[in-house]
Nanobody
Framework: QVQLVESGGGSVQSGGSLRLSCTAS???????????MAWFQQAQGKEREGVAV???????TYADSVKGRFTISQNNAKKTVYLEMDNLKPEDTAMYSC???????????????????????WGQGTQVTVSS
């Protein structure tokens, strides 16, 4: 089992920045075999959407809506993934959750951001609100 805990959400004005963090803990065997970690957003009344993913080789993929504004990174030693969000817009307002695919033999395909059901572990989420 893997537990994910997010932090860093809050309220900011348009054009501002926030940094989200997500730390994994739990069964050593699982957290030592993390295939990828990702951030998803879900705005009120809308479906959950993938924002960014970082693979275990350090490569990253972003949703078109956040390219050039958001940066995902990780600290493997701390089992933590970050989402640096710059030039925030009101349409970025949403609950942000981190998720991971972890465990022996798991893998993350290139289109994993469109396959949220492949993620076995989810955090509780942190709210981001951007005002105009």
């Amino acid at each position: 089992q893997v537990q994910l805990v997010e932090s860093g959400g809050g309220s900011v004005q348009s054009g501002g920045s926030l940094r989200l963090s997500c730390t994994a803990s739990g069964a050593t065997f699982s957290i030592n075999h993390i295939s990828c970690m990702a951030w998803f957003q879900q705005a009120q009344g809308k479906e959950r959407e993938g924002v960014a993913v970082i693979y275990n080789d350090g490569s990253t993929t972003y949703a078109d809506s956040v390219k050039g504004r958001f940066t995902i990174s990780q600290n493997n030693a701390k089992k933590t993934v970050y989402l640096e969000m710059d030039n925030l817009k009101p349409e970025d307002t949403a609950m942000y959750s981190c998720a991971t695919v972890a465990g022996w033999g798991t893998s993350c395909p290139s289109n994993i951001l469109q396959r949220d059901r492949d993620f076995g572990y989810w955090g509780q989420g942190t709210q981001v609100t951007v005002s105009s």
